[in-house]
Nanobody
Framework: QVQLVESGGGLVQAGGSLRLSCAAS????????MGWFRQAPGKEREFVAT????????LYADSVKGRFTISRDNAQNTVYLQMTTLKPEDTAVYSC?????????????????WGQGTQVTVSS
């Protein structure tokens, strides 16, 4: 059974940084792309970033490009999201997800396992 456990969320002031982690178990980690998504109150879950199984390809939402960096450590079965220059509009529950394939995609439909999420709150 695949399990994804996020950590690293919290409260930060605007302009600050946080690093989220997602520890995976239950499948061959390097065979699958991983993604980060977020959901703010009253809004739909939206794509943030994704990384291919090998780590060689990444894709970001326009809203976070240049501020967030996704990375993975296949030896540790962990994917990270380094967030810098945080804005109040980044406030959301951030969830990691494991893709059905090794290829990157921003589509939620391509992800078959999801973590429970970690809250990120950015104060102004």
């Amino acid at each position: 059974q695949v399990q994804l456990v996020e950590s690293g969320g919290g409260l930060v002031q605007a302009g600050g940084s946080l690093r989220l982690s997602c520890a995976a178990s239950g499948r061959t980690f390097s065979s699958y792309a991983m993604g980060w998504f977020r959901q703010a109150p009253g809004k739909e879950r939206e794509f943030v970033a994704t990384i291919s199984g090998s780590g060689g390809n990444t894709l970001y939402a326009d809203s976070v490009k240049g501020r967030f960096t996704i990375s993975r450590d296949n030896a540790q079965n962990t994917v990270y999201l380094q967030m810098t220059t945080l804005k109040p509009e980044d406030t959301a529950v951030y969830s990691c997800a494991s893709s059905r394939t090794s290829y990157i995609s921003p589509s939620r439909a391509m992800y078959d396992y999801w973590g429970q999420g970690t809250q990120v709150t950015v104060s102004s």
